[in-house]
């Protein structure tokens, strides 16, 4: 399993394409995707790091906005 990226050791992340079969590894630092062998496909491209940017940006609003639900107390028993 390509969980390891080869070049800065660092942890690759299974992406998911439609258009690919199987999930590709994204390694963040390297900006390059490897397939389940391990051998490189592809850059990482600056249109990808922009959505991947814009995702995380909508990930942390969204925490932020949603509040933690207060843990229901439990109301006695009988
Ligand atoms: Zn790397």
Redesign the pocket.
């Known amino acids: 399993m390509p969980l390891l990226?080869?070049?800065?050791?660092?942890r690759?992340f299974p992406i998911a394409f439609t258009e690919e079969r199987d999930a590709l590894w994204l390694?963040e630092?390297?900006k390059?995707f490897v397939n389940i062998k391990d051998e490189i496909i592809r850059e990482w491209t600056e249109q990808e790091i922009e959505e991947n940017k814009l995702k995380l940006e909508d990930f942390n609003k969204n925490i932020t906005k949603e509040k933690t639900p207060e843990i229901k107390r439990r109301s006695g028993v009988n």
Do not use: D, E, F
């Not at 990226?5 to 660092?10: A, M, Y």
């Open positions: 990226c080869k070049q800065c050791n660092g690759r390694c630092k390297c390059n």
